[in-house]
């Protein structure tokens, strides 16, 4: 019985920024539970690679080139899906950017509408874009990636922008989850702690930085993204069925101090 709540065959599911890293470890659980996958990324070769890495392992997810700042492409792309495969079941907002290490006095308008933009509107247009047609259906699940940032504040980096945008996408999860909640469609959030990912890759090369990481973590190492995948796995499934709302900490014991 229990075992069967994981499995989404016959659903269809999309991934932003699905084609590397945290996003394609998404799209490979996914596929893996049973589920039709689309790779949405704005960069075609990253979701062709990506594509190329499921289809060696015996999955073989679509590709929608989409620019998640772009409202108008978004609504495209969910009518789409929706007219090709007649559903959208699960929508995973992975696509994020970070622009870290500028102090706050220093930030330009570009610099923090470009991190706004990308990490909170493009998630909101994604939400309503596939949420609309959710709600049609009265049966949806949608999982942000929001961040621990969103919970604290990461030190030695200065990154006020970043914080800022993950909290409100943590509280956007939750006023999503009150108004629809009745109306079928769950939306939860995952916040990873740091992750091995070309994103950080950089700490590889400043080891202060990484024994301030580390040093702040219980579990004294950074994660994986299938560690990530797992709990987006969960929470689109029908193994959360009761779980609407929740922002669910992934962070090796990071925020406990």
Known sequence: MYMELFRLDGQVALVTGGGQAIGLACVEALSE????????????????????????????????????????????????????????????????????MTPAETVTDEHWLNVLDVNLNGTFWCCRAFGNHMLKAQSGAIVNIGSMS?????????????????????????????????????????????????LNAFVNDDPEMYRHWIGGTPMGRMGEVEEIASVVLFLAGKAASLMTGSVVLVDGGYTCW
């Open 150 to 198: 969103g919970f604290i504040v990461n030190k030695p980096q200065e990154q006020a922008f970043y914080n800022a945008s993950k909290a409100a996408v943590h509280h956007l999860t939750k006023s999503l989850a009150a108004e629809w909640g009745a109306r079928g469609v769950r939306v939860n959030a995952v916040a990873p702690t740091y992750i091995n990912t070309p």
């Open 33 to 100: 539970a049973g589920a039709s996958v689309v790779i949405a990324d704005r960069d075609a070769g990253i979701a062709e690679t990506g594509r190329d890495a499921m289809r060696a392992r015996g999955y073989d997810p679509e590709i929608a080139i989409m620019d998640v700042t772009d409202s108008a492409r978004v609504d495209a792309v969910a009518d789409d899906v929706v007219a090709r495969h007649g559903r959208i079941d699960i929508l995973v907002n992975n696509a994020g950017i970070a622009r870290s």
